[in-house]
């Protein structure tokens, strides 16, 4: 079982940084995925990025692309847009192969022009 808490979202002005943690608490095994999930107010729910684990290997999404970085802990934001405001959730898969099966709570993410 892994229990995960986001935290440090807020709001911004277009261009600054912002830095979401994700607190993952039991044990998490090498063959785990890490993935971010956004969703804005009327769109359905998109991934960001993800991380393996064991691996270290990463994957975004076109649209954060060279502005996000994922790590253990961490979604570092930078160059923020507007169009990136949403709730942003962190979640595990155990496998690459299924699905998410553990989320945090979400934190909101608000980016001003």
Do not use: H
């Not at 993952?24 to 998109?46: C, D, V």
């Not at 507007?82 to 553990?102: G, I, L, M, Q, W």
């Amino acid at each position: 079982q892994v229990q995960l808490v986001e935290s440090g979202g807020g709001l911004v002005q277009a261009g600054d940084s912002l830095r979401l943690s994700c607190a993952a608490s039991g044990r998490m095994l090498s063959s785990y995925i890490m993935g971010w999930f956004r969703q804005a107010p009327g769109k359905e729910r998109e991934i960001v990025a993800t991380l393996s684990w064991g691996g270290g290997s990463t994957w975004y999404t076109d649209s954060v692309k060279g502005r996000f970085t994922i790590s253990r802990d961490n979604l570092q934001m930078n160059s923020l847009k507007p169009e990136d405001t949403a709730v942003y959730y962190c979640a595990v898969a155990v496998s690459a192969f299924s699905k998410y099966n553990y989320w945090g709570q979400g934190t909101q993410v608000t980016v001003s022009s």
